[in-house]
């Protein structure tokens, strides 16, 4: 049964060629390699900055970097904006109306931006959708069949595990955020549990500095408020910097007749990162592991990109990762920061 779990997205049979807009250490890092290794073209790259783009091209082999937004919006192609979020939403004003989008998360840096994009696509006739890419993984993908065809059985377990060293330093433009770990990093995961179990109906939140950090939020708790008996709750911390033995990167679903665990390879010692790891156990029985057909990086950026395009041609009846969807994605994100401003229950008084 294990071996024949899902693993992969299904690829457009004509895939239209592809025009990248931001040039950033995640298009060199996972956008590219994905896309050479998918046989997506990628017909040229933008970027604010022409130097970089044009350095990227040349070690990708790209044909052509455009000299601004508006000569890249008059490509005939599938549009990937991986600029920084607060510039999503003037670039999708640039593109051509019913373009064909997909946008790097997160959708903006809080729920007002998400809600300008949504309205953007929409008033814009874009077909559009969100790089939430965790759940297109291999191991994700696997753990999402395994639930639908009742290897899991009724959810009762959720559980995501980060203590770990994160180089926050490979990314400068979150030192002036008023807002860092949910919104940037454990979207992630709110987004693959809401793909596993759909909405809660409540969140519990805290986020907190370090003194090693100059960045808002870097370590977080959550606990999402689902229907009995499905517990889910998120323990992150970036700041473990005392060697790899008790760093951990796990995602965890038990169900009333099985168990997933999987181990996040690329976040130990990233981005070098270790191999990803899935392993499933029926009660009673053994854990085995599934042989993967593939990495979180690079490989899962190939399937939001092949499911847009299948969606456009006709291949697909729904897009998972539409901007309807993460829009309620970033909700959730937006609930759990609303909840750290709220009060916690005070210990009663002799």
Known sequence: MIDALQQRWPMPSAPRPIVIIGTGGIVKDAHLPAYRKAGFEVSG?????????????????????????????????????????VAH?????????RSTVLLQKPMGLDLAQATAIRDTVSARNLTAAVNFQLRYSAMMLAIAD????????????????????????????????PRVEIVSHSIHYLDTIRALAGDPQAVFARSFAHPSSQLVDTRTTMILDYPQPLRVTLSINHHHDFGRRFQEASFRVEGTHGAAMAKLGVLLDYPAGEP???????????????????????????????NLQRFVA??????????????????????????????????RQP
């Open 45 to 85: 790259l933008y970027d604010i900055d022409r130097t970089r783009a044009k350095a990227l091209a040349e070690d990708w082999a790209v044909p052509r970097v455009f000299a601004s937004l508006e000569e890249a919006a008059a490509h005939n192609a599938v549009f990937d904006i991986a600029a920084p979020p």
């Open 89 to 97: 939403a003037a670039i999708l004003r640039a593109l051509p109306e």
């Open 146 to 177: 395994s639930i639908r065809k009742g290897v899991i059985g009724e959810l009762v377990e959720i559980e995501v595990h980060i203590n770990l060293v994160t180089p926050w330093h490979l990314f400068p433009h979150l030192k002036t955020n």
């Open 276 to 306: 990803d790891e899935l392993w499933l156990a029926a009660r009673g029985g053994p854990w085995q592991q599934v042989q993967l057909t593939g990495a979180w990086f690079p490989d899962a950026f190939i399937g939001p990109m092949a």
């Open 314 to 347: 006709g291949e697909d009846a729904n897009v998972a990762t539409r901007v309807e969807d993460a829009w309620r994605t970033m909700a959730l994100v937006e609930a759990c920061y609303e909840s750290t401003r709220q009060p916690g229950t005070p210990l």
